[in-house]
């Protein structure tokens, strides 16, 4: 959570033996639009203050160095409750196994 003293993210990157540098695709919980802008900088994406310069860039589109919520967000679906999460899911394995295609493919996909 924002402003918590214990980094969640760094725990889970540390048990993986990766970094935030290593992730080539993202699912973000988005069910309101600032939650995406403080999950990048929970999540080591970036500092909290640059989460603007993500999205200015591009760097989180499809196409981009980090794309996030390639199937559109929550919002995207009207975030039915648990079937948003599932859709989520869903999304990255699809992503991580190839079978995504088309305008959504994300390239490279490992993490």
């Known amino acids: 959570m924002s402003g ?3 980094c969640l993210h760094c725990e889970a990157y540390e048990m993986a033996g990766l970094g935030p540098e290593d992730v080539d695709v993202c699912e973000l919980h988005d069910a309101f639009a600032v939650n995406e802008l403080q999950h990048y900088v929970e999540l080591g994406f970036c500092k909290r203050g640059e989460e603007a310069r993500l999205i200015e860039k591009g760097i989180t589109e499809i196409g981009g ?3 996030v919520n390639t199937n559109g967000g929550l ?3 009207g975030h039915p409750i ?7 899911v869903a999304e990255l394995v699809w992503q991580l196994r190839a079978r995504r295609t088309g305008v959504r493919s994300v390239m490279p996909r490992k993490v």
């Open 75 to 77: 919002l995207s679906k």
């Open 4 to 6: 918590s003293k214990h």
């Open 82 to 88: 648990s079937a948003s999460g599932i859709a989520q």
């Open 65 to 67: 160095k980090l794309p």
